[in-house]
């Protein structure tokens, strides 16, 4: 019985290998057909990479906003200046809304770029370390607050960087617009300057927009004192600068209906003398801006 089965056995390991030998020939057409099928795409990725654009471009400064044809025209132009600026989503009293960095970032960063030409805003980076989540602390025991982890806001800003940089972006300016936002800036731009040092890229987080004494500028050019603290985390020079992206994100007309269109002693009334006030204020702190990176060489041969 034994000697009978055997070259029944054999037969079926022959066909078992069988249909393997022929699938390595195929594997081996079949990477063939692979390798062909991928370099005709990377052909026509160059070739529509390289295609021109079929309609007119926009004026924006914000990437977003843009088509990727439109950024890549607008980067061969020379606009290789990209500004990423940090906000926040936090408690700002009973009149402000949350997002009271990420409006006024929305003038600011506009601000910068036309001011400086050749520059682009990256997205506002809205969240950011606002305070412990659990347990609740700092501006996170208000409800609304968002906040995220000191590591989590650096790898955000630095895949943001990278990311800029990766396109040809060669001037990355970090601004933020609240406190808790500083060190991680600073942290990133120290980290990838000091990474590209062989590259033509400059990572430079500008303190003097934070740091820029906003007060001070307001009463020797304005004549504009905050005579007292209404104890909220809100100041007149704030709203103001709020108010050039938005009047409602301060409760303007239900503030002037409930008689509390002021705050730390100053009216936020008439609309457009706050607004204009706001962008005095802006375009101190983008000066500010500007000369410091002036100072630190980054618009050398701009
Ligand atoms: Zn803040």
Known sequence: MRSCRRPLLLGFVAALLLPSALSARQAESGRERLERRSAERAAALRAELESPRPIDAIESVWIEELTWMEVRDRLAEGATTAIVST???????????????????????EILALELGNALCAPVIKLVPEGGIEPKSGHMRYPGTISVRQETFQMMLTDVVRSLEAHGFTEIVLIGDSGGNQSGMAAVAE???AEWAERPVSVVHVPEYYQADVSAFMADSLGIVEAKNDGFHDFYWVTAQQMVTDPATVRYEERVRAGLAHINGVSIAPAEE??????AILEYRVRETVEALRERGVLDGR
Not at 274 to 279: A, D, H, K, L, Q
């Open 274 to 279: 706050s607004i204009e006030v706001g962008r």
């Open 87 to 109: 906000g926040g989503v936090e408690q700002n009293g009973p009149y402000v809304a949350l997002g009271k960095h990420n409006y006024i970032l929305e003038s600011a960063c």
């Open 191 to 193: 980290a990838l300057d």
